[in-house]
């Protein structure tokens, strides 16, 4: 029986096959203009472009000239880069112009669509920022369609690692820049903690477009981009915490193993609050209050460091130093801290040396960086089955692009096998199977490791002629993959390995003329070598397209169904042929996860014998739904997240924009007026309160207070002594008194230099307390989930604390900067002085699955878990350095008969 929905998508089409045919009068439109384009000349058709511009100008918008700029990109990319843009592509072109994703299946040329949209956008004059996912990518797309981009009179910058800020300041001035999306948060953050507008490097965020936009705005928008600085030393801090925590009793505290948390009880808070009261800790009367967020944070680690942490177990000492060891593989990790403080406080629980803890200078998420664009688009091979969050979180939607030619590529049942063991071997033999046949294989596997893994049991089983890839090294995995469809090729690879690389059927062709050729001098050699590559080429290409085309072969499923499709879509390219199989077993995490003990021993019941599979298109519906399961959960982690970040993000918005209304104002005395204003208000109606007798007003304290803050000596007692004296007179003679010392001050420093101490001091102070802000915050985040206990919802309760907290920083930036303005003597001699150094900075964003730190320098540890296999042959037992990477249940290559994590591999104990 056909449903509704079905039936009217039968006779009308889906929303989605409906948006495509809209574009259709477009690309008439523009097929239409294609003879006349080709008539043109080359200065004729580069004209164009400051024909557009005019246009644009006397009021035209981008949409009245879409037609004709995306039939000039044609032409010119038929000239310069000898392509020319199929009907698909321009209707790619369209819906990235239009704020949305175009879903572009592999080999269907998303780097060339890209140029139609940024063109068109390019016009306008603010600059277009086209996004890849690392610097081979944005160095590779920027050089080849900078050709393009040239030759129409475009300028093209790429911002990649290790550039400095004028050489950055260059490209993002550029009409267009390529940049990977790491690079461009971080120039973000690093600009709102410069001291000069001239110093900033970005000019804006007009326009956007992301590839793989998948990968960057789902993937890694889990974890956000850190800049952090180390703190000052606050050993003492941590050393008189850590000597609270022996002093409680079991009832003092609750711990949980399994969940690895410790929590204070009531008892233990009381405790708590007297051990800190009597060391003149404690601000405000208990634990609760808002001051005392970072004492509750840093309790917490050293209650977790004495009950949760053992030593010799989760970390050493050694050389008077803390070494946390690997839960998973046991060995030592050097030079890995956990963060936090949490590193701190089990440095002061074994009384070694505390290393200074790393503060978060600025941050920020994905989400919140691409949201500030004006116009996002993004394109990728898989964003359907994310279409949910693009939708809700970017406001972005889907539209999938019909390929220009049908899909050619087999796509089998999963096999499901009992053990890894049986699925590992049925693997191998289909390796060799296909490359008996000269098939090209490409074998998809979760995670580093398990590509190591299986390299190692296809080398056992004689087989070595094969390449693995792990997404580390992407200029040589990219030349690795472009010829991953050669005949009999067998290349193992992570699932992220040389992304944005086609791989084509008896491979790249431009890829080995450029590395072939690389050394030949021009002249009749070098044309023969390269006819000679073209013949080979071209046969290799019939011989893959016999043997059945590229064969996908994947390990297991990953826990979203977008990472299967990329790597099923590597296949079928174009109209190829292909094939795609996924080997499962049910020791797998997904099906271990959803059950399989159960399916287990009811296929033991069933009689299935060791080596057969099982094969039914009702186990891929099951998965596909344990995928869904797992996505949904996953999406409601990144909406928490957000939600939560949302907060930060609303105020470092008002940070950010008002440190650059600082930066741009001539003269900034009236605002440092309006605050030395509102401190004394606020420090007049503190000692005396309205409606409050004489009798009760804190005169004493009051004087104090103008002494520290204002740097004046006023005789507040003789005024109170006065008959009729009121609050507001007393208000009028200290603002008198501080207008005119501060007027003396300008006066005698001059203008320019009294705005330059001014600026610096303002920025400067506001920098160090929205650091010390973000600290702050990131400790209330980390405790605020325990007033869920009491039925209270914990967003609300951050967002009302987080405003709090940010009133508080309004206030104290107020009375630090009058503080030191009025005292500005010492700081007289800072016109002369360069601008303020930004502090030390290091940039981190974190691995949402695997916990790495992906820019993280590498320490000698990584060097070695990334060394490369050496065959048993090759070992020499009695000299280490020999072993290459050895398998931790592999026998120990020194011949003693223990595994090597029994043997070698295992840690020295201290």
Same mark, same amino acid.
């Given at each position: 029986?056909?449903?509704?929905?079905?039936?009217?998508?039968?006779?009308?089409?889906?929303?989605?096959?409906?948006?495509?045919?809209?574009?259709?009068?477009?690309?008439?439109?523009?097929?239409?203009?294609?003879? *006349?384009?080709?008539?043109?000349?080359?200065?004729?058709?580069?004209?164009?472009?400051?024909?557009?511009?005019?246009?644009?100008?006397?009021?035209?918008?981008?949409d009245d000239i879409l037609v004709p700029a995306f039939a000039v990109v044609r032409e010119a990319a038929k000239r310069v880069l000898g392509l020319r843009p199929f009907d698909v592509q321009l209707i790619g072109g369209m819906i990235l112009h239009e704020n949305a994703i175009a879903e572009m299946k592999t080999g269907e040329g998303k780097t060339l669509v890209a140029t139609l949209p940024v063109y068109l956008n390019a016009l306008a004059g603010k600059g277009v920022h086209v996004v890849t996912v690392n610097d081979y990518l944005a160095s590779r797309d920027s050089a080849t369609m900078g050709r393009l981009y040239g030759f129409l009179g475009m300028t093209t910058?790429?911002?990649?690692?290790?550039?400095?800020?004028?050489?950055?300041?260059?490209?993002?001035?550029?009409?267009?820049?390529?940049?990977?999306?790491?690079?461009?948060?971080?120039?973000?953050?690093?600009?709102?903690?410069?001291?000069?507008?001239?110093?900033?490097?970005?000019?804006?965020?007009?326009?956007?477009?992301?590839?793989?936009?998948?990968?960057?705005?789902?993937?890694?928008?889990?974890?956000?981009?850190?800049?952090?600085?180390?703190?000052?030393?606050?050993?003492?801090?941590?050393?008189?915490?850590?000597?609270?925590?022996?002093?409680?009793?079991?009832?003092?505290?609750?711990?949980?193993?399994?969940?690895?948390?410790?929590?204070?009880?009531?008892?233990?808070?009381?405790?708590?609050?007297?051990?800190?009261?009597?060391?003149?800790?404690?601000?405000?009367?208990?634990?609760?209050?808002?001051?005392?967020?970072?004492?509750?944070?840093?309790?917490?680690?050293?209650?977790?460091?004495?009950?949760?942490?053992?030593?010799?177990?989760?970390?050493?000492?050694?050389?008077?130093?803390?070494?946390?060891? *690997?839960?998973?593989?046991?060995?030592?990790?050097?030079?890995?801290?956990?963060?936090?403080?949490?590193?701190?406080?089990?440095?002061?629980?074994?009384?070694?040396?505390?290393?200074?803890?790393?503060?978060?200078?600025?941050?920020?998420?994905?989400?919140?960086?691409?949201?500030?664009?004006?116009?996002?688009?993004?394109?990728?091979?898989?964003?359907?089955?994310?279409?949910?969050?693009?939708?809700?979180?970017?406001?972005?939607?889907?539209?999938?692009?019909?390929?220009?030619?049908?899909?050619?590529?087999?796509?089998?049942?999963?096999?499901?096998?009992?053990?890894?063991?049986?699925?590992?071997?049925?693997?191998?033999?289909?390796?060799?199977?296909?490359?008996?046949?000269?098939?090209?294989?490409?074998?998809? !596997? $979760?995670?580093?490791?398990?590509?190591?893994?299986?390299?190692?049991?296809?080398?056992?089983?004689?087989?070595?002629?094969?390449?693995?890839?792990?997404?580390?090294?992407?200029?040589?995995?990219?030349?690795?993959?472009?010829?991953?469809?050669?005949?009999?090729?067998?290349?193992?690879? !992570?699932?992220?390995?040389?992304?944005?690389?086609?791989?084509?059927?008896?491979?790249?062709?431009?890829?080995?003329?450029?590395?072939?050729?690389?050394?030949?001098?021009?002249?009749?050699?070098?044309?023969?070598?390269?006819?000679?590559?073209?013949?080979?080429?071209?046969?290799?290409?019939?011989?893959?397209?016999?043997?059945?085309?590229?064969?996908?072969?994947? !390990?297991?499923?990953?826990?979203?169904?977008?990472?299967?499709?990329?790597?099923?879509?590597?296949?079928?390219?174009?109209?190829?042929?292909?094939?795609?199989?996924?080997?499962?077993?049910?020791?797998?995490?997904?099906?271990?996860?959803?059950?399989?003990?159960?399916?287990?021993?009811?296929?033991?019941?069933?009689?299935?014998?060791?080596g057969e599979a099982i094969v039914h298109p009702w186990i891929n519906k099951a998965l596909e739904r344990a995928q869904k399961k797992v996505e949904a959960r996953n999406f409601d982690i990144r909406k928490n997240l957000l939600k939560y970040d949302d907060v930060l993000n609303d105020q470092r918005k008002v940070v950010f924009e008002q440190r650059v209304e600082l930066m741009d104002a001539q003269d900034i005395s009236e605002t440092v007026a309006d605050m030395r204003q509102e401190v004394i208000e606020a420090m007049v109606s503190r000692h005396i309160p309205e409606r409050a007798y004489a009798e009760q007003w804190d005169v004493k304290g009051l004087k104090v207070?103008?002494?520290?803050?204002?740097?004046?000596?006023?005789?507040?007692?003789?005024?109170?002594?006065?008959?009729?004296?009121?609050?507001?007179?007393?208000?009028?003679?200290? $603002?008198?008194?501080?207008?005119?010392?501060?007027?003396?001050?300008?006066?005698?420093?001059?203008?320019?230099?009294?705005?330059?101490?001014?600026?610096?001091?303002?920025?400067?102070?506001?920098?160090?307390?929205?650091?010390?802000?973000?600290?702050?915050?990131?400790?209330?985040?980390?405790?605020?989930?325990?007033?869920?206990?009491?039925?209270?919802?914990?967003?609300?309760?951050?967002?009302?604390?987080?405003?709090?907290?940010?009133?508080?920083?309004?206030?104290?930036?107020?009375?630090?900067?009058?503080?030191?303005?009025?005292?500005?003597?010492?700081?007289?001699?800072?016109?002369?002085?360069?601008?303020?150094?930004?502090?030390?900075?290091?940039?981190?964003?974190?691995?949402?699955?695997?916990?790495?730190?992906?820019?993280?320098?590498?320490?000698?540890?990584?060097?070695?878990?990334?060394?490369?296999?050496?065959?048993?042959?090759?070992?020499?037992?009695?000299?280490?350095?020999?072993?290459?990477?050895?398998?931790?249940?592999?026998?120990?290559?020194?011949?003693?008969?223990?595994?090597?994590?029994?043997?070698?591999?295992?840690?020295?104990?201290?």
């Open positions: 029986m056909v449903s509704f929905g079905g039936l009217a998508r039968k006779m009308f089409g889906s929303a989605n096959d409906r948006r495509i045919r809209a574009y259709q009068p477009k690309v008439a439109a523009i097929n239409a203009l294609e003879s *006349d384009m080709q008539s043109l000349s080359d200065e004729q058709l580069k004209a164009k472009t400051a024909e557009f511009k005019e246009q644009l100008a006397a009021g035209k918008s981008l910058g790429v911002i990649v690692h290790g550039l400095d800020d004028e050489q950055r300041s260059q490209a993002y001035g550029c009409d267009i820049t390529y940049a990977t999306n790491n690079e461009l948060g971080f120039d973000y953050l690093r600009d709102n903690m410069k001291f000069d507008r001239a110093q900033m490097v970005q000019r804006g965020h007009n326009y956007a477009i992301v590839d793989e936009v998948d990968s960057i705005l789902v993937d890694e928008a889990r974890t956000p981009l850190i800049i952090s600085g180390p703190l000052d030393d606050r050993s003492d801090l941590y050393n008189t915490i850590d000597k609270f925590i022996p002093e409680l009793v079991e009832s003092d505290y609750e711990i949980d193993e399994k969940q690895r948390s410790a929590n204070f009880s009531e008892d233990g808070m009381e405790k708590l609050e007297n051990l800190l009261r009597d060391a003149g800790m404690l601000k405000g009367e208990t634990l609760y209050d808002i001051e005392n967020v970072a004492i509750v944070h840093h309790l917490n680690n050293a209650l977790k460091a004495h009950k949760l942490f053992q030593r010799d177990k989760d970390y050493i000492v050694r050389n008077d130093e803390i070494v946390i060891i *690997d839960e998973f593989t046991g060995r030592m990790m050097p030079g890995r801290r956990y963060s936090e403080g949490q590193h701190q406080a089990l440095e002061a629980k074994e009384h070694v040396q505390i290393q200074p803890e790393n503060q978060t200078l600025a941050s920020v998420t994905f989400q919140n960086y691409f949201r500030m664009y004006d116009k996002l688009a993004g394109m990728t091979g898989t964003a359907s089955t994310e279409a949910e969050e693009f939708g809700d979180i970017y406001g972005l939607e889907v539209v999938e692009v019909p390929t220009n030619l049908p899909i050619a590529r087999i796509d089998e049942d999963d096999e499901v096998y009992r053990t890894a063991e049986e699925k590992y071997q049925a693997i191998i033999n289909e390796i060799k199977a296909a490359n008996a046949k000269g098939q090209p294989v490409l074998v998809g !596997t $979760t995670s580093i490791e398990k590509s190591e893994l299986l390299a190692t049991l296809l080398k056992k089983s004689g087989f070595s002629d094969f390449s693995v890839l792990n997404a580390r090294y992407h200029e040589q995995e990219a030349y690795i993959v472009s010829q991953a469809g050669v005949p009999g090729a067998v290349t193992i690879a !992570t699932n992220m390995a040389g992304r944005g690389t086609d791989i084509q059927l008896g491979g790249n062709l431009e890829m080995r003329l450029d590395r072939d050729l690389a050394e030949m001098e021009l002249g009749p050699e070098r044309d023969a070598k390269a006819a000679a590559i073209k013949e080979e080429v071209k046969q290799l290409k019939q011989q893959a397209l016999a043997a059945g085309g590229l064969y996908i072969i994947a !390990t297991e499923r990953h826990e979203s169904r977008r990472i299967d499709n990329q790597l099923r879509g590597r296949a079928g390219r174009q109209g190829d042929p292909g094939r795609s199989k996924f080997y499962l077993s049910l020791q797998d995490d997904l099906m271990r996860i959803f059950g399989s003990e159960r399916m287990d021993s009811m296929l033991q019941k069933l009689g299935l014998k060791d207070e103008i002494e520290n803050v204002l740097n004046l000596d006023l005789p507040v007692e003789e005024w109170v002594k006065e008959d009729g004296i009121a609050e507001d007179d007393i208000l009028a003679r200290v $603002t008198e008194a501080a207008d005119k010392a501060a007027a003396e001050r300008a006066e005698r420093f001059g203008p320019e230099v009294m705005t330059y101490v001014e600026r610096s001091v303002v920025l400067q102070t506001l920098d160090h307390l929205w650091r010390e802000h973000i600290v702050n915050l990131d400790h209330l985040r980390s405790v605020i989930g325990f007033r869920g206990y009491a039925q209270r919802d914990p967003l609300q309760e951050y967002k009302q604390e987080a405003f709090e907290l940010f009133t508080a920083l309004l206030t104290n930036l107020r009375q630090a900067v009058i503080s030191q303005l009025m005292r500005v003597e010492i700081v007289r001699q800072a016109a002369e002085t360069p601008a303020p150094e930004l502090p030390v900075m290091e940039a981190h964003h974190l691995d949402a699955t695997s916990g790495e730190d992906e820019l993280a320098q590498p320490s000698l540890e990584s060097a070695e878990t990334t060394a490369l296999y050496v065959a048993p042959e090759n070992r020499d037992p009695n000299d280490p350095a020999t072993w290459g990477k050895v398998g931790r249940n592999e026998a120990c290559p020194c011949g003693s008969g223990k595994k090597y994590k029994h043997c070698h591999g295992a840690y020295e104990q201290a």
